[in-house]
């Protein structure tokens, strides 16, 4: 990592810098009730729920998926758990409020969908100079974008912007495809390389190092 050239931290936020302790998958369901109906997953779903500012309701009509009233009620009781359990991982707030202190812009970036958006906002500080959110962009990583995107909020080229997140082809290898810089955050370090972080307090040592 060129540490000289860093001037924005952009993150993905979901498995990066929160965690969903209750996971339902209301989404996930969704699609499966789909199936039961016939309809077959596609690849494009993803980019078609995350890529416009659609509720899991509107969702199954944008879908085609019909719904019982049963379904509708158990789907939002799930969503609704779902948002509620989110809450950073411990090295999240103190690794923020290090790299804002020493001057970084700060952005998140994220594929989601419209109802994951707002409780952002109430778990994590008011750090960050952009909020990139697939609904808002048109597209989701790896798309190019999203990248473009974000770097249109933070008044920044891809140059400037080292992408931290913890999925490979949306927050490494789609990054750097744009020019930016990335690191792969590996929890469970399931990777062993120098592009890769077992949590973000790691991310700020790095970056005292090599100032």
């Known amino acids: 990592m060129n540490s000289r050239s860093v001037k924005v931290i952009l993150f993905d936020v979901?498995?990066?810098?929160?965690?969903?302790?209750?996971?339902?998958?209301?989404?996930?369901?969704?699609?499966?009730i789909g199936t039961y109906q016939g309809r077959m997953p596609s690849p494009s779903d993803a980019a078609m729920l995350m890529g416009q500012p659609v509720s899991l309701l509107e969702a199954s009509d944008l879908l085609g998926i019909r719904l019982t009233n049963a379904d509708r009620k158990q789907l939002e009781l799930d969503l609704q758990a779902e948002v509620e359990s989110i809450s950073p991982f411990a090295d999240t707030?103190?690794?923020?409020?290090?790299?804002?202190?020493r001057g970084y812009k700060l952005g998140l970036c994220s594929n989601l969908t419209l109802e994951y958006a707002e409780p952002v906002s109430r778990v994590l500080p008011p750090v960050?100079?952009?909020?990139?959110?697939?609904?808002d962009a048109g597209a989701i990583k790896p798309n190019p974008v999203i990248y473009a995107h974000a770097c249109r909020q933070l008044r920044c080229l891809p140059g400037d912007v080292l992408m931290v997140g913890d999925t490979i082809g949306a927050d490494v290898e789609g990054p750097r495809a744009f020019g930016m810089q990335a690191l792969l955050l590996d929890r469970k370090q399931h990777l062993s390389s120098k592009s890769s972080l077992s949590s973000l307090l790691e991310l700020c040592e790095m970056v005292e190092r090599l100032v």
């Open 128 to 135: 960050f100079d952009a909020y990139v959110w697939s609904f």
């Open 93 to 101: 707030l103190p690794a923020l409020y290090d790299l804002k202190n």
């Open 14 to 32: 979901y498995g990066t810098l929160i965690k969903i302790f209750d996971k339902r998958t209301p989404f996930r369901q969704l699609i499966q």
